[in-house]
């Protein structure tokens, strides 16, 4: 479905995200009147309930904005390391409550609302859809059960009292089909659209929130939650793709990585990315790998000070000098919605648990689940960018992403999955770009991962052709094929869910990938 944009065109914006009742709720509110910020609200809380795996209220996120005639910009709204974490202590110890940062996502959708929101619609209208998703239940589809049911033996483990939000009441996986409903949480939702978003930080769900953790050996305290800083508007990093203007979060987020990649891909020829085969799935291992052996090995020293050493890493003639000795000639879990208002103003935002169901602990009384980004630190080594110590933001794969021209979003799109979102990321927008054959083909195109161990090429199943794979083999790659996944069309949910919006031929699209729940809508009319 097309939708012209600007006034009278009937175009009210449109909505791709990680789960059809989100997507329908964020195309709601901007019928309503909201703006683009408005439905990102919505959306972030309804996903939060039906995906609830891949993030909610005890995790965070980092949102990414184009306005319609104005400068991008980035709401940083990391988790920050509790002031209590000892500056000691083994990773394996990161288990339970000691596994969560100091949720921030409320946090940050509060100054989303206060800040940038069309005052037209109320807080409490913004969180109410969540609260009727939580109460009547949607639907278990089978991504939402396998996910589920790969998770049911640690949340049996680790917390009997989420097995009453999770699992059905002898504690067993509910049947695929079946309605998932969380009454806890729909009351949390309510008070918290009722009594507003402090009262998350410094009212009577943060003091429910600081019992549970003493309880349970917690760190997270209520100096922890009131004293959590709002989010700090930043300027994104900034590149360039052929023709296009490249937005990327900083860090702890993974623009950087993500533009690196297609420095190195701007490097191929056009021709050679422009259709699948092993030209294009030989530069995009190449240039994926060297990205993620950087982030890995190599990151960004500071997470404050970084400006310098971005530069330096996705200059253009970095990406020049790798490219000239490439030889081409023969766990974790997030979510993600992309939107775009009527008016233009295009949002990219990922929000994230860190893996799936994050903590695997749930509060017993409110329902919701705590994040696990104590784990994205390291421990033992002092100089490292995201070494385990108090107040510290954890290192992060979000790499929402904009692509437009003078200023003006044509592409807004990001990804889950741990550090394949970058892989799902890159694919994409080079496909978008370089085959030109619309937004929906680029999101379902097959795509693969690079292993950072054992230099693996691992490829989504399908047909393809046997002298593409012994291209491959004959270039070095030991390449293996992913056994199918739960969608049609032998697309893996291993690689990535990509929501994402583009500006095509004077018309908006929105495309959700078949490889998970993903769904898109379209508010108003384009007659």
């Known amino acids: ?79 920050f390391s509790p002031l209590a974490t000892p500056e000691r202590i083994s990773l394996t110890d990161l288990v339970r409550h000691r596994a ?15 800040q940038y929101g069309s005052g037209k619609l109320s807080w409490e209208r913004l969180v109410e859809q969540s609260v009727r ?15 589920l049911a790969g998770c049911a033996r640690a949340i049996r483990t680790r917390c009997p009292a989420a097995t009453g939000f999770l699992l059905d009441n002898d504690a067993q996986v509910p049947e695929p089909g079946s309605t998932q409903r969380n009454q806890a949480l729909a009351q949390t939702l309510r008070r918290l659209g009722r009594e507003g978003a402090d009262d998350f930080h410094s009212g009577w769900i943060a003091r429910r929130i600081v019992d549970d953790m003493r309880a349970q050996g917690g760190w997270i305290s209520a100096k922890d939650l009131e ?116 008016d233009g103003t295009a949002i990219a935002m990922t929000q ?26 390291v421990s033992g080594i002092g100089h490292h960018p995201y070494s385990l110590r108090p107040f510290a933001m954890p290192r992060s794969s979000m790499s929402a992403t904009i692509l437009g021209r003078d200023g003006t979003a044509r592409l807004a799109l990001g990804s889950p999955g741990d550090d394949r979102i970058i892989s799902a990321v890159v694919q994409v927008a080079s496909h978008w ?47 293996l094929v992913a056994r199918s996944g739960l969608s049609p069309g032998d697309r893996h949910p291993f690689f990535g869910g990509v929501q994402a919006v583009a500006l095509e031929g004077g018309a908006w699209r929105a495309a959700a990938d078949p490889r998970r729940d993903g769904a898109t809508t379209y508010a108003g009319s384009a007659d």
């Open 352 to 377: 994230s648990l860190n893996t799936y169901f994050g903590a695997k602990v749930a509060h017993p009384e409110l329902g919701f689940l705590y994040n696990d980004y104590m784990r994205e630190f």
């Open 100 to 114: 969560s940062t100091i949720p921030s996502l409320v946090r940050l959708l509060d100054h989303v609302f206060t």
């Open 433 to 479: 770009v370089d085959a030109d054959e619309g937004i929906e083909a680029a999101v379902t195109a097959p795509r693969l991962n690079v292993r950072q161990r054992g230099g693996d090429l691992l490829l989504e199943a399908g047909p393809r052709s046997p002298s593409d794979l012994i291209t491959l083999e004959q270039l070095g790659y030991c390449v």
């Open 227 to 342: 004293r959590l800083p709002p989010p700090v508007r930043l300027e994104p990093i900034r590149g360039t793709y052929r023709d296009h203007q490249v937005l990327g979060l900083p860090p702890p987020g993974a623009g950087w990585v993500v533009q690196l990649a297609l420095n190195i891909l701007e490097q191929a020829p056009a021709e050679a990315l422009s259709s699948q085969g092993p030209q294009r799935m030989a530069w995009l291992a190449e240039a994926l790998g060297i990205a993620h052996r950087h982030r890995h090995f190599r990151p960004i020293p500071n997470v404050v000070d970084y400006e310098q050493a971005v530069a330096n890493k996705t200059s253009k003639e970095k990406a020049r000098a790798i490219a000239e000795n490439l030889f081409l000639s023969a766990g974790g879990e997030t979510t993600h919605f992309s939107l775009v208002d009527a």
């Open 133 to 147: 998703w939580a109460l009547e239940g949607y639907r278990l589809t089978a991504f939402r059960h396998a996910t």
């Open 1 to 79: 479905m097309d939708a012209q944009v600007g006034p009278g065109s009937g175009f009210g914006g449109c909505v791709a995200a990680g789960t059809p009742e989100a997507a329908e709720a964020g195309a709601e509110i901007l019928e309503a009147g909201g703006n683009a910020f408005d439905a990102a609200v919505a959306v972030s809380l309804v996903l939060g309930v039906t995906e609830p795996a891949g993030s909610g209220i005890g995790g965070q996120g980092m949102m990414l904005v184009q306005p319609a005639g104005g400068e991008a910009f980035v709401l940083n709204g990391s988790s």
